[in-house]
């Protein structure tokens, strides 16, 4: 009987409830109870003897070190090390995968690319596309990868015109939703529990208060809207709300400003939760720190990260909303939406990104585009959302009879429920594991040795650049195409120039002696890999035994 293939899927820790780590948890444990495969965990964030880990009966590898600890200097010496860029190398080499998935952002799983065992994995990579055009080098690494899934058809259309079909693209696996958790509820308890008045009209919206979060242009168009309102129907304008779960303070907008340029101060409500007896309720705003209910002591501040709501409480929040709006410039997906879809709550998003495929899916209502715009940053075209379309479509929701309005929510529902359920998420990623395991596909861990040659170094000759660097392509790396990749045409227009600019204000001196450096340390790199991988050298690591022991 041959062995099972065996999986490793990087990301963030699956007993988290971030993005990623929520799809991780959800595709990991339903792969696992298939029995078909020996699944591996790389988790970020996660720690050795980590108290969470207690539901993971998969191997399980740690990323994560503490504050405390003698190793948390190398750490935090690189942003990446973080997302498993340190121990990377180590965990292959104890595991030896066939398999290898990603699914996370580009500059969280990059790294992997240029590992010196790349040779020995099937990579597979599901990036968050949430804009176009992407980046010329991230193109190149989607190239560079055995299989790529991506979180909407969107993305998916965005890779296969800007690589001209090149992209191995498999399929569309969106995150799917708690279908149990977050459903239709009954608003009129639950309107009673966070005292909202029954006969209220509330608009809503779940998000991190950070830049491409529009929660200025929210506020304006929902400002539009009252004011439409109060020339046709004065005497309802009072029991109409905007409703926000966010942050605050956080690095986005100053809410107390964007209140009072929109003069919604009144009519602006914000969830709340007690760090002291973590009861929840929402309120207008009254600074960061108000009196909770409940307990009655100075302890309610704005959810966050750390002080967030319990699914649960986020479920009731969805279904206090008449109707649902996602707000943005962009979206690699924006679960929130979703969310409050499987609580039968209607939606209006942008029509732009990802958040194409909600309207198109679950029957949304399309937020027109006003202004498209190229950010220096990203180097991606963002979008604003025209908040007359917006105030529009509120306006034309709110004049709808209920039977109508009832009938749009059991809809929106019966289509989430269709289109994003966990399940055949998951049966998409097995339909491909399956097909090659079926294909006898197996890493070759146990070849031998395929040690590099030092380079051959030439004096620095501005005219020789390319020559040089093809040399180094031919004969150390033995891969002439490498000469036609992003980051060696990248390497050879530095060398050229004579600096590299890393950001708009960080410029620095580069030559061919730092091409030399960078080919030196693949090498390295390489050959240290190769013989620990060849002599079936042990590595003696905590995160290592670890993993061992709770194996046992």
């Known amino acids: 009987m041959k062995n099972k293939l065996k999986v490793l899927i990087c990301s963030e820790a699956?007993?988290?409830n971030s993005g990623f780590g929520i799809y991780n948890r959800e595709i990991i444990s339903r792969l696992h109870k298939t029995n078909k495969y020996d699944i591996a965990e790389?988790?970020?964030y996660g720690f050795v003897n980590d108290p969470r880990d207690k539901d993971i009966h998969w191997t399980y590898y740690a990323n994560a070190v503490k504050s405390g600890d003698p190793r948390h200097k190398e750490y935090t010496s690189r942003a990446d090390n973080q997302f498993g860029r340190w121990r990377f190398e180590?965990?292959?080499l104890d595991f030896r995968p066939d398999v290898v998935i990603d699914v996370r952002d580009y500059w969280m799983n990059s790294y992997q690319a240029t590992s010196p065992l790349r040779k020995y994995f099937h990579w597979v990579l599901m990036p968050t596309v949430d804009s176009e055009p992407q980046q010329e080098e991230w193109i190149g690494t989607f190239l560079s990868a055995d299989a790529i899934f991506t979180y909407s058809d969107w993305a998916a259309k965005v890779l296969n015109n800007q690589s001209s079909g090149k992209i191995n693209y498999i399929d569309t696996v969106s995150p799917g939703v708690d279908l149990e958790t977050f459903n239709v509820k009954n608003r009129k308890n639950i309107r009673g529990k966070f005292n909202i008045p029954q006969d209220a009209f509330v608009v809503g919206s779940v998000m991190r208060n950070q830049k491409r979060k529009l929660i200025p242009e929210l506020l304006l168009a929902f400002r539009k809207f009252v004011d439409e309102l109060s020339l046709t129907k004065p005497e309802l304008v009072s029991k109409?709300?905007?409703?926000?779960?966010?942050?605050y303070p956080d690095m986005g907008w100053d809410i107390p400003e964007i209140l009072k340029d929109a003069r919604l101060a009144n009519k602006v409500l914000f969830s709340n939760i007690c760090k002291n007896c973590k009861n929840v309720s929402c309120n207008v705003f009254s600074g960061i720190h108000t009196v909770c209910p409940k307990c009655m002591n100075k302890s309610c501040v704005f959810p966050s990260v750390t002080d967030g709501y319990e699914t649960e409480n986020l479920a009731e929040v969805y279904n206090i909303f008449d109707l649902y709006v996602q707000y943005s410039i962009c979206e690699g997906f924006g679960m929130p939406q979703i969310e409050a879809s499987a609580c039968g709550t209607p939606v209006a998003t942008v029509n732009y990104s990802a958040m194409c495929d909600v309207i198109k899916k679950i029957e949304a209502y399309p937020i027109r585009v006003q202004t498209r715009f190229k950010e220096l940053e990203t180097k991606a075209i963002r979008v604003y959302p025209d908040n007359d379309s917006l105030a529009k479509i509120i306006l034309d929701f709110y004049n709808l009879p209920d039977p109508m309005k009832n009938k749009i929510r059991m809809k929106t529902r019966e289509l989430t429920e269709k289109n994003y359920d966990w399940d055949p998420v998951a049966k998409k990623w097995e339909k491909y594991l399956?097909?090659?395991?079926?294909?006898?596909?197996?890493?070759?861990?146990?070849k031998e040795a395929e040690y590099m040659p030092e380079i051959k170094k030439f004096e620095a000759n501005k005219s020789q650049n390319f020559d040089i660097i093809m040399n180094i392509c031919q004969n150390t790396l033995q891969d002439?195409?490498?000469?036609?990749?992003?980051?060696?045409?990248?390497?050879?227009k530095n060398a050229d120039y004579g600096y590299v600019q890393g950001s708009p204000t960080q410029i620095s001196a580069f030559n061919i002696q730092n091409t030399y450096q960078y080919f030196d340390s693949i090498v390295s790199n390489n050959n240290q890999a190769e013989n620990i991988r060849s002599e079936n050298t042990e590595i003696e690591e905590?995160?290592?035994?670890?993993?061992?022991?709770?194996?046992?």
């Open 542 to 552: 905590d995160f290592i035994v670890y993993s061992k022991l709770k194996n046992q």
């Open 14 to 16: 699956s007993f988290l």
């Open 240 to 247: 109409v709300y905007l409703y926000l779960h966010t942050s």
């Open 480 to 492: 002439e195409n490498l000469i036609g990749t992003k980051r060696m045409l990248d390497m050879l």
């Open 90 to 92: 180590k965990v292959l």
């Open 434 to 446: 399956d097909e090659l395991d079926n294909s006898g596909y197996r890493s070759q861990w146990n």
């Open 42 to 44: 790389f988790a970020s």
